[in-house]
């Protein structure tokens, strides 16, 4: 079944030619990326986590097993 063709709502004085000139497709795309930090969690990965907050905590817990591991290998006798 074809659809009803569309009412063309665009005024005629606007030209979308004219108003299309020269614009840049994509310009703004990098800054969108930059202020976008999603990650793709494989399957098995996001079954042992219920939620965000479950992956958030996990990743604080090691960047503190980290730190503490950086603070020890300072005090170890070599």
Same mark, same amino acid.
């Given at each position: 079944?074809?659809?009803?063709?569309?009412? %063309?709502?665009?005024?005629?004085? =606007?030209?979308?030619?004219? $108003?299309?000139?020269?614009?840049?497709?994509?310009? =703004?795309? !990098?800054?969108?990326? %930059?202020?976008?930090? $999603?990650?793709?969690?494989e399957p098995?990965?996001?079954? @042992?986590?219920p939620n965000?907050?479950?992956?958030?905590?996990?990743?604080?817990?090691?960047?503190?097993?980290?730190?503490?591991? !950086?603070? @020890?290998?300072? =005090?170890?006798?070599?």
């Amino acid at each position: 079944m074809k659809k009803k063709a569309e009412i %063309d709502e665009l005024r005629p004085e =606007y030209d979308l030619k004219n $108003l299309l000139k020269g614009g840049t497709r994509g310009k =703004y795309a !990098e800054q969108y990326r %930059d202020g976008t930090n $999603l990650v793709l969690l494989e399957p098995d990965v996001a079954k @042992a986590f219920p939620n965000e907050k479950a992956v958030n905590d996990a990743l604080k817990l090691v960047m503190k097993l980290k730190q503490v591991q !950086e603070e @020890a290998a300072k =005090y170890s006798v070599e």
